[in-house]
Nanobody, 126 residues
Framework: QVQLAESGGGSVQPGGSLTLSCVAS????????MAWFRQVPGNEREGLAAIYTRGPFDGGSFYADSVKGRFTVSHDNATNTLSLQMKDLKPEDAAKYYCALRYGVGCSFQSSFDEWGQGTQVTVSS
């Protein structure tokens, strides 16, 4: 059974930093793309950062404008760990953060992702 387990969430002051991790276990097939999303209750889920994990674009990443320059996504193939380094956090970054995995080719925030984690909460307040 495939599981994605996020960790690293917590409470931080504005301007602070956090690093989220997501470990994928039980994989039978290699992922093609992994991504981070976030959601605030009552709002739509927002794609933040994604990275290709195999294929000709392996290692290539892209970001939502809202986090570009502040967030960095990375993936360790050896440990199947997806990370999200977040700096200069703002109150509007507070949300539940989810990692997701897609097996197929192509990757965008609108793609259909096959596996999802349970999420980790990030709070940003002074």
């Amino acid at each position: 059974q495939v599981q994605l387990a996020e960790s690293g969430g917590g409470s931080v002051q504005p301007g602070g930093s956090l690093t989220l991790s997501c470990v994928a276990s039980g994989l039978i097939y290699s992922s093609g793309c992994m991504a981070w999303f976030r959601q605030v209750p009552g709002n739509e889920r927002e794609g933040l950062a994604a990275i290709y994990t195999r294929g000709p674009f392996d290692g290539g990443s892209f970001y939502a404008d809202s986090v570009k320059g502040r967030f960095t996504v990375s993936h360790d193939n050896a440990t199947n760990t997806l990370s999200l380094q977040m700096k200069d956090l703002k109150p509007e970054d507070a949300a539940k953060y989810y990692c997701a995995l897609r097996y197929g080719v192509g990757c965008s925030f609108q793609s259909s992702f096959d596996e999802w984690g349970q999420g980790t909460q990030v709070t940003v307040s002074s």
